[in-house]
Nanobody, 116 residues
Framework: VQLQASGGGLVQAGGSLRLSCAAS????????MGWYRQAPGKERELVAS?????????NYGDSVKGRFTISRDNAKNTVYLQMNNLNPEDTAVYYC?????????WGQGTLVTVSS
């Protein structure tokens, strides 16, 4: 499975961004897709995840609940992360991931910078 992330950039506090993660390869084996992020000097943390195989169940990190929304477009093999009401604490490199038969695959990171 190959993952291509896009959509990062610079935004002012209170603004919005949408990240995309397109999957290719053995996409029919993907169980879950989502996003982690890592800020400088901090550990990587879960942002959001969504099941692919059934039900589109979502899960969010506490710090983004109510502000971020993860969604999927199975026809495009793509997962989106809509980020609203961004604040400087959301500044981080965001990594797309996919779980395939219990194995994690990672895309390249995309940098999100929120200015105050």
């Amino acid at each position: 499975v190959q993952l291509q992330a896009s959509g990062g950039g610079l935004v002012q506090a209170g603004g919005s961004l949408r990240l995309s993660c397109a999957a290719s390869g053995s996409i029919f084996s993907i169980n879950v897709m989502g996003w982690y992020r890592q800020a400088p000097g901090k550990e990587r943390e879960l942002v959001a995840s969504i099941t692919i195989t059934s039900g589109a169940r979502t899960n969010y990190g506490d710090s983004v609940k109510g502000r971020f929304t993860i969604s999927r477009d199975n026809a495009k093999n793509t997962v989106y992360l809509q980020m609203n009401n961004l604040n400087p604490e959301d500044t981080a490199v965001y990594y797309c991931y996919a779980v395939v038969r219990g194995i994690d695959y990672w895309g390249q990171g995309t940098l999100v910078t929120v200015s105050s």
